[in-house]
């Protein structure tokens, strides 16, 4: 911080290791707070998707208001469907802290934009972190490509933006950070696949739509084979006023956030029509 003048908002503890103690915990938030660091928030757990939530942690969560207030959100790797109501039902956020580890390829992307919505659909997750950003690594490395972009030779300067970006951006573009998910608003689309309702509670919204069928690289590809296999007319209800057509981007195999033809709005409905294996 005292170089760059980055504040960091979030720190980890441990990744994929046992998350400490109540009492470690404690002191890291202390020394935080002693040294500055006061608005630096902690995530807790950072488990793989292998091992299950430690009961003793969720005990802990669940008795102990001092701990609560060390941390603000849950972090699970990979966690498909692993809800864990108790989370949020004691003032926490529940996150994918690190999903997809998958190819920058089209299924590897299908599996992430898939993610983006089915992790709140399923869990309540209000944040999923993609592993990795940029991939810029030896091919002989495991999890070789595992990532938004490539720049195999980042002293070359070449790199290559690849379908996960467009994946991300049906949500990042058209929100903002402090914007709502909205529950009604959220869940299953009539033939398969998904929706998510964004808002920014005055007036402005965002409906993210996917029928992706890529398959993740674990719990047996997280669902991917419960995905739409026809073409749906999905009706959208607006209610905001003086809203008279939707504007509709497409991602699939042969387009890349694509902008489509307005959607119009008539007697309050927009009927917006969901390809196979696309985000809209």
């Known amino acids: 911080k005292r170089l760059t003048g980055h504040t960091v908002g979030w720190m980890g503890v441990w990744n994929e290791k046992e998350w400490g103690s109540v009492g470690f915990t404690h002191?890291?938030?202390?020394?935080?707070?002693r040294a500055g660091f006061n608005e630096t928030k902690l995530v807790l757990l950072d488990s793989h998707a292998d091992q299950p939530m430690d009961p003793v942690f969720k005990q802990q969560l669940v008795t102990n208001a001092s701990f609560r207030r060390d941390f603000q959100a849950v972090?699970?790797?990979?966690?498909?469907?692993?809800?864990?109501?108790e989370v949020a039902a004691h003032g926490k956020k529940l996150w994918a802290s690190e999903e997809?580890?998958?190819?920058?390829?089209?299924?590897g992307a299908g599996c992430w934009g898939r993610m983006l919505n089915q992790n709140y659909v399923r869990m309540n997750a209000t944040s999923s972190i993609m592993w990795a950003l940029v991939w810029s690594a030896y091919p002989n490395?495991?999890?070789?490509?595992?990532?938004?972009?490539?720049?195999?030779?980042?002293?070359?300067?070449?790199?290559?933006?690849?379908?996960?970006?467009?994946?991300?951006?049906?949500?990042?573009q058209f929100t903002e950070p402090g914007?709502?998910?909205?529950?009604?608003?959220?869940?299953?689309?009539?033939?398969?696949?998904?929706?998510?309702?964004?808002?920014?509670?005055?007036?402005?919204?965002t409906v993210v739509m996917e029928t992706l069928r890529g398959q993740c690289m674990y719990n047996q590809?997280?669902?991917?084979?419960?995905?739409?296999?026809?073409?749906?007319?999905?009706?959208v209800a607006v209610e905001t006023p003086g809203v008279t057509a939707l504007?509709?981007?497409?991602?699939?195999?042969?387009h890349s956030f694509e902008r489509q033809a307005d959607v119009?709005?008539?007697?309050?409905?927009?009927?917006?029509?969901?390809?196979?294996?696309?985000?809209?």
Do not use: K
Request: hydrophobic content about 40%.
């Open 221 to 235: 590809g997280c669902g991917h084979d419960q995905e739409a296999t026809v073409t749906q007319v999905v009706g």
């Open 141 to 172: 490395l495991i999890c070789f490509g595992n990532a938004l972009m490539y720049a195999f030779e980042p002293w070359s300067g070449r790199y290559s933006v690849n379908h996960p970006v467009w994946m991300t951006a049906h949500t990042t």
């Open 179 to 205: 914007w709502w998910l909205l529950r009604p608003g959220s869940g299953a689309l009539p033939l398969g696949g998904t929706f998510v309702s964004y808002t920014d509670g005055h007036g402005n919204f």
């Open 100 to 107: 997809a580890s998958t190819p920058g390829t089209w299924s």
């Open 247 to 254: 504007e509709v981007w497409l991602t699939d195999p042969t």
């Open 75 to 85: 972090g699970l790797h990979y966690p498909c469907n692993d809800p864990h109501p």
């Open 264 to 280: 119009p709005v008539v007697a309050g409905v927009a009927l917006v029509t969901v390809p196979v294996d696309a985000i809209l």
């Open 27 to 33: 002191m890291l938030r202390q020394g935080l707070d």
